[in-house]
């Protein structure tokens, strides 16, 4: 069955940097559009970054210039560079695998927590 599993949370101190890691199986990982979403406690689910089949990305405002999503098919894994943090982009990162309008599938999540 499909699996995401992601890596490379932890503790940073503001204007840090950390690398998530989401490596797949069980699928063909180059047919998906892959994402990374976070959810805050008490707030929604939302996505960060988000990168397609053909290499396009895009990001919410809020990861604009400070994060990078890329992808290597080969190793079936999509990571998320995340680079001058802030205690705002403390919660849990989430992967998630979208093909066509089949229902997406996710990862179990990984903690960044931001603090001095």
């Known amino acids: 069955q499909v699996r995401l599993v992601e890596s490379g949370g932890g503790l940073a101190q503001p204007g840090g940097s950390l690398r998530l890691s989401c490596e797949a199986s069980?699928?063909?990982?180059?047919?998906?559009?892959m994402g990374w979403y976070r959810q805050a406690p008490g707030k929604q689910r939302e996505l960060v970054a988000a990168?397609?089949?053909?290499?396009?990305?895009n990001y919410a405002d809020s990861a604009k210039g400070r994060f990078t999503i890329s992808r290597d098919n080969a190793k079936n894994t999509v990571y998320l560079q995340m680079n001058s943090l802030k205690p705002e982009d403390t919660a849990v990162y989430y992967c998630?695998?979208?093909?066509?309008?089949?229902?997406?599938?996710w990862g179990q999540g990984t903690q960044v927590t931001v603090s001095s």
């Open positions: 998630n695998a979208q093909w066509a309008r089949t229902p997406s599938y």
């Open positions: 069980g699928m063909i990982f180059s047919i998906y559009a």
């Open positions: 990168i397609s089949t053909g290499g396009s990305t």
